[in-house]
């Protein structure tokens, strides 16, 4: 059973820093998309950061630059390190995961999500 569960949202004034957390539990497989996603009430649910099997990263173009998104087989941990944070990044944080995939796909293909943990820039 694959379980995952964020940590490290709050609230930070804009051009801070934050650093999300993500313990990772019961995945098998060695092919693996893990990716971090955010929705705000009344948009769609965005994809900000990716990360495959073997290391490949994407991100968002609204975030390209500022945020990285990294893991640590050790501890079973997903990060994203948020820097130069704007007022738009404000929006709940899930960290996702597809199981067996060969390359990181859309929203669609991921199996399993977190609780959630909530994010808030102020100006």
């Known amino acids: 059973q694959v379980q995952l569960a964020e940590s490290g949202g709050g609230s930070v004034q804009a051009g801070g820093s934050l650093r999300l957390s993500c313990l990772v539990s019961?995945?098998?497989?060695?092919?693996?998309?893990m990716a971090w996603f955010r929705q705000d009430p009344g948009k769609e649910t965005e994809g900000v950061a990716f990360?495959?099997?073997?290391?490949?990263?994407r991100y968002a173009d609204s975030v390209k630059g500022r945020f990285a998104i990294s893991e640590e087989h050790a501890t079973k941990s997903l990060y994203l390190e948020m820097n130069t944070m704007k007022t738009e990044d404000t929006a709940t944080y899930y960290c996702?995961?597809?199981?067996?995939?060969?390359?990181?796909?859309?929203?669609?293909?991921?199996?399993?999500w977190g609780q959630g943990t909530q994010v808030t820039v102020s100006s």
């Open positions: 019961g995945v098998s497989s060695s092919r693996y998309c």
């Open positions: 990360i495959n099997w073997d290391g490949n990263t």
């Open positions: 996702a995961a597809d199981v067996g995939a060969w390359s990181c796909r859309g929203k669609e293909a991921f199996d399993y």
